[in-house]
């Protein structure tokens, strides 16, 4: 079935704004100021999840202002649906992670199971520490584990369903250029 891309134009009109470019893009620089001041001799490599990671580490990347290595991996548990599933790998690290400093940046943090996954597989790889940076946490009590947080985060938001800076709705609107709530959701 197509998509009707009137509906995913309404789904933008009628959205709340969260946090508007300008303030997204100040909590950007916040996280990269924090990863710089731990992490500035510990040649990390950096991943990035994809797909909705991009923007956030793209954006990130230019402003880490030291040696790292960058590559990315992916792995979904949403598949363009609005409720999470069971973890699926798409690509996985083809750089090996034993004995490195690890960073995972990730677009939200919500029940985190996505980002824990990934964790837990770079540990088995190995690494010799795992961070995790996140643009934002969405605050609820339905975490993977209790208090679960990344170590660097960005922003963070009710718990309803967002789109933009890289996060989509089925599939669209990772380009917005802020982070809205769809309305109802
Ligand atoms: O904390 P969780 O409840 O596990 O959800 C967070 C994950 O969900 C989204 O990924 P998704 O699986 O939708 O893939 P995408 O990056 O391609 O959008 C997002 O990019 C995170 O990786
Ligand atoms: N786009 C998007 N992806 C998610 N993955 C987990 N929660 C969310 C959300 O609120 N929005």
Redesign the pocket.
């Given at each position: 079935m197509s998509t009707d891309i009137e509906q995913i134009k309404q789904v933008m009109a009628e959205a709340d704004v969260l946090y508007t470019e300008q303030q997204v893009e100040a909590s950007i620089s916040k996280v990269a100021a924090e990863i710089t001041a731990q992490l500035a001799d510990a040649n990390p490599i950096v991943f990035c999840?994809?797909?909705?990671?991009l923007i956030f580490a793209g954006k990130l990347l230019s402003q880490l202002n030291f040696p790292l290595e960058y590559s990315y991996l992916?792995?979904?548990?949403?598949?363009?649906?609005i409720s999470?599933g069971e973890?699926f790998w798409k690509a996985k690290p083809e750089i090996s992670l034993r004995g490195r400093n690890v960073i995972i940046v990730?677009?939200?943090?919500?029940?985190?199971?996505?980002?824990s996954a990934i964790a837990e597989f770079c540990r088995k790889e190995e690494a010799a520490n795992v961070y995790t940076a996140v643009l934002i946490d969405?605050d609820h009590d339905r975490k993977?584990s209790p208090g679960l947080k990344a170590d660097f985060t960005g922003l963070s938001c009710v718990d309803r369903y967002i789109f933009g800076y890289?996060?989509?709705y089925i599939g669209y609107w990772?380009n917005a250029p802020g982070i809205f709530a769809v309305k109802g959701l």
């Open positions: 999840v994809m797909n909705g990671g992916h792995a979904s548990r949403y598949r363009n649906e999470g973890l990730d677009d939200i943090l919500d029940e985190g199971h996505t980002l969405k993977a890289g996060m989509d990772r």
